[in-house]
């Protein structure tokens, strides 16, 4: 590491002009035995985590940057200690990218470096140094003329280190490809762009996650297009989904969203083997998972849920089918809820014939009447969605109590909770097979956000039935939730913070805080720091947690802790903020152009959006105010890439545009 830690203070040097002050700090390197003491804060009512010493200078000031409840999160977090699981760091690192705030992650992974030195692995040094020369490489346009090129040829040399840490590591080859793409021709670097990015596409087992490739593709058309090569430039661009337009900010998540199939969680058909030979996870067809079980005497399957249309429910068994031609035939159906994306394939399987059993709860209207609720956004269930597809549905066995039944000698439990989305949820446990489906009863926005939904005293509920029959697997009705909240102390550790969370709110909503009073607070419960496998299971639902809460606290209006920014007494519109720009503050087209910029630049992307949204209908041709739109709403899409699919969409369809899908890893029984 001495190469390392020579090259961290010579990156420093230059930097010093440019990171605010507040972030320097003298760092000890913490020897392998100890460990960071807890610290707290007193934020708003509630005794909070606090950054570790050493770190404590990153607590955000409000002055100093933009706020973004992630990266507040994330330096608190993160700064007890190194990672294995790479995905908080560069969700970390993309954050500092789309805010613009690159100087604060240059000196927080830095400090992580130091300060964790003698803790981390290899491979886990090299995951680091990855996110951290992106970060540079992100940054190096803002470093001044004299240092500039030092600086680049030390991001090269950095990256050159993390290769000799860890050669098979993907992050690493994907960071080199990406910065080796995007650098001068002078550097000389263009071959060993190609060479990493072609060293990821012929490895698709390696894909840290699905999607996380769609970078490479797009770089790769890059490369080629620059050779001359348009074919190959073509296919590539066609496999990252930017043939028509390619956003400014990197995208590194499965969604994908399009006016014809709507919003995809996984956009490319894949097929996991939970259970080797009995539970499959099918992936790809429409927006939610389609779980298929063979029964313990092999003579029956069995599915979780019916999809989100006819012909993708058909589509998913056919492609199960095709690959495991020797399963039998469907007879059961267990529907977790009645949401339009887990019964909209009910009308398939009525098809097969009057043998095949669906079960359901009792107490499913409600859920098929909000389901119902025509959206101004089309790009959630896609063109030709018909109502009647989910208005149809109706179980042929009725769940309204705790059922015990057998499929094909498969012992199973039908539990019947009020989950955190529905008050419909059913629970389905498999104790052979140690295999629970919880549907989305853990679905981070607890009711979908443009409905009066959701129920957040029953979701503790539901979680401690889960975690009472100890399963093995506990699978969900999409894979990001999959993820999230696994079996074992992920979900143990989550239901705890989730407590403490639902408490702190409601102490400060009785107390005048507004929700976004609250989100500001950066809430952590103190021994989170304890449980890095729930920091990620407790920030993405961590500010729909909190305006839920509150949601079903108070009434039209809001109060807010300062009595100055109250929320329900006007009606503010685009309208007026398009005159704010225009008649009043009398801003030229190019001095608003110029203020746009100048937000994103601040990291104030959702004020940047709000304000050339604005623009836009005072000047609707103007091509630069509506790049500068694309630009804020691809920066908040991007943050939003892997925790949250409705502000994804919502974002993508502002815009007018589609984030078309991505290959995924092959299918698994290949």
């Not at 490895?203 to 297009?225: C, D, I, S, V």
């Not at 956000?449 to 401690?464: K, Q």
């Not at 989170?528 to 990620?536: D, G």
């Not at 802790?561 to 009398?586: H, N, W």
């Amino acid at each position: 590491m001495k190469i390392l830690l020579s090259l961290l203070i010579a990156g420093s040097a230059v930097l010093s002009a440019c990171v605010p002050q507040n972030t320097a700090l003298s760092v000890e390197t913490l020897s392998a035995e100890a460990h960071p003491e807890r610290q707290v804060v007193q934020a708003g009512l509630a005794t909070s985590l606090a950054p570790a010493l050493t770190f404590e200078t990153f607590a955000n000031s409000e002055n100093d940057r933009s706020f973004h409840a992630d990266i507040a999160f994330y330096e608190t977090a993160l700064s007890y200690g190194p990672l294995a699981d790479p995905r908080p760091i560069f969700l970390l690192a993309n954050a500092y990218i789309v805010s613009n705030q690159q100087e604060y992650g240059i000196a927080f992974l830095e400090r992580q470096l130091k300060r964790y030195e003698k803790v981390m692995t290899a491979d886990m040094q090299a995951t680091y140094l990855a996110a951290y020369t992106l970060l540079r490489a992100t940054y190096a346009d803002q470093v001044a003329l004299p240092g500039r090129i030092w600086w680049v040829l030390d991001t090269f040399d950095l990256l050159e280190q993390a290769k000799g840490l860890s050669a098979g590591n993907p992050l690493v080859h994907w960071a080199a490809g990406l910065i080796y793409t995007q650098v001068p021709s002078i550097f000389g670097k263009k071959e060993a762009a190609l060479n990493e990015l072609l060293w990821l596409v012929e490895r698709p087992e390696l894909e840290p996650t699905p999607g996380f490739y769609r970078e490479a593709y797009r770089h790769l058309g890059k490369l080629y297009a620059e050779q001359g090569d348009i074919d190959q430039s073509e296919q590539y661009l066609k496999k990252s989904g930017y043939e028509n337009y390619a956003p400014e900010t990197l995208f590194m998540g499965w969604f994908a969203t399009t006016k014809e199939k709507g919003l995809l969680f996984s956009p490319t058909p894949w097929i996991e083997e939970i259970v080797a030979d009995r539970v499959f996870a099918v992936r790809g067809f429409g927006f939610s998972d389609i779980h298929f079980v063979v029964s313990d005497d092999g003579r029956e399957l069995i599915s979780i849920d019916a999809g989100t249309q006819p012909y993708s429910m058909k589509a998913a068994h056919e492609f199960l089918l095709q690959h495991y031609p020797d399963l039998p035939a469907l007879t059961t159906v267990f529907i977790t809820h009645a949401h339009w994306d887990h019964v909209g394939g009910y009308s398939y399987l009525k098809s097969l014939g009057n043998n095949l059993r669906i079960y359901g709860r009792d107490n499913y209207q409600g859920t098929i009447k909000r389901a119902l609720r025509q959206h101004t956004y089309k790009q959630f269930r896609g063109a030709g969605f018909n109502d009647e597809w989910v208005s149809s549905y109706k179980p042929d066995i009725s769940v309204d109590k705790l059922t015990e039944i057998s499929v094909g000698n498969t012992h199973i439990e039908l539990i019947p909770v009020t989950g955190g989305e529905t008050e419909d949820a059913l629970l389905i446990y498999l104790p052979n097979l140690g295999t629970l489906f919880m549907g989305d009863a853990l679905m981070p926005f607890y009711g979908e956000p443009w409905v009066e939904e959701g129920f957040i005293d029953e979701a503790l509920e539901t979680m401690d039935q889960a975690l009472q029959r100890h399963p093995k697997h506990i699978l969900h009705g999409h894979y990001g939730i999959t993820v999230l909240y696994g079996a074992g102390e992920q979900l143990a550790a989550f239901r705890d913070a989730f407590q403490w969370l639902v408490e702190e709110t409601r102490k400060h909503i009785t107390n005048g805080y507004s929700a976004k009073n609250i989100i500001r607070l950066n809430l952590i419960p103190p021994g989170l720091e304890n449980h890095p496998e729930a920091f990620l299971s407790y920030l993405a639902p961590r500010d729909h947690i909190i305006a839920r809460t509150a949601d079903h606290m108070v009434g039209i209006w809001q109060e807010e802790i300062s009595g100055r920014e109250p929320q329900g007494l006007d009606t503010l519109t685009a309208v007026e903020y398009g005159r704010l720009l225009k008649v009043y503050l009398d801003l030229s087209q190019g001095e608003i152009i110029n203020a746009l910029q100048r937000m994103l630049e601040g990291g104030d992307n959702e004020l940047a959006l709000q304000m050339a949204v604005a623009a836009e209908l005072r000047y609707p041709d103007n091509e630069e105010i509506i790049r500068l739109a694309q630009n804020a709403a691809d920066r908040l899409r991007s943050a939003a890439q892997y925790f949250d699919p409705f502000k994804f969409v919502t974002y993508t369809e502002l815009i007018g545009k589609e984030h078309q899908s991505v290959p995924l890893k092959p299918v698994a029984h290949d």
